[in-house]
């Protein structure tokens, strides 16, 4: 089972940036792709951004495309997250997760394991 631990987040104003960090556990990390996922109070948790486990495909939401990049240091065994000319409705709680497997996926079900999640509230 491998453990997530995020940090990172904070408070920005808009147009801001923030470098958000997925810390795994285990030695199985570089062989499965990894995502990002947001939630929002009051909301249903969605996709951000994806990447495959040898990090050479990536995939984003049309809401952070061109502003968020996702990479990730398999000899680290972390995933990052970039987030620049943040928005206020950027303001979620971000959860890193792994998936089933090396391909990516969108939906949250694929994901198996997921860490607790890190604040980012952007303020307008």
């Known amino acids: 089972q491998v453990q997530l631990v995020e940090s990172g987040g904070g408070l920005v104003q808009a147009g801001g940036s923030l470098r958000l960090s997925c810390a795994a556990s285990?030695?199985?990390?570089?062989?499965?792709?990894m995502g990002w996922f947001r939630q929002a109070p009051g909301k249903e948790r969605e996709f951000v951004t994806g990447?495959?486990?040898?990090?050479?495909?990536?995939y984003y939401a049309d809401s952070v495309k061109g502003r968020f990049t996702i990479s990730r240091d398999n000899a680290k065994n972390t995933v990052y997250l970039q987030m620049n000319m943040l928005k206020p409705e950027d303001t979620a709680v971000y959860y890193c997760?792994?998936?089933?497997?090396?391909?990516?996926?969108?939906?949250?079900?694929?994901?198996?394991?997921w860490g607790q999640g890190t604040q980012v509230t952007v303020s307008s």
């Open positions: 285990g030695r199985t990390f570089s062989t499965y792709a």
């Open positions: 990447i495959s486990w040898d990090g050479d495909s990536t």
């Open positions: 997760a792994k998936a089933r497997s090396q391909a990516l996926a969108v939906v949250t079900w694929f994901y198996d394991s």
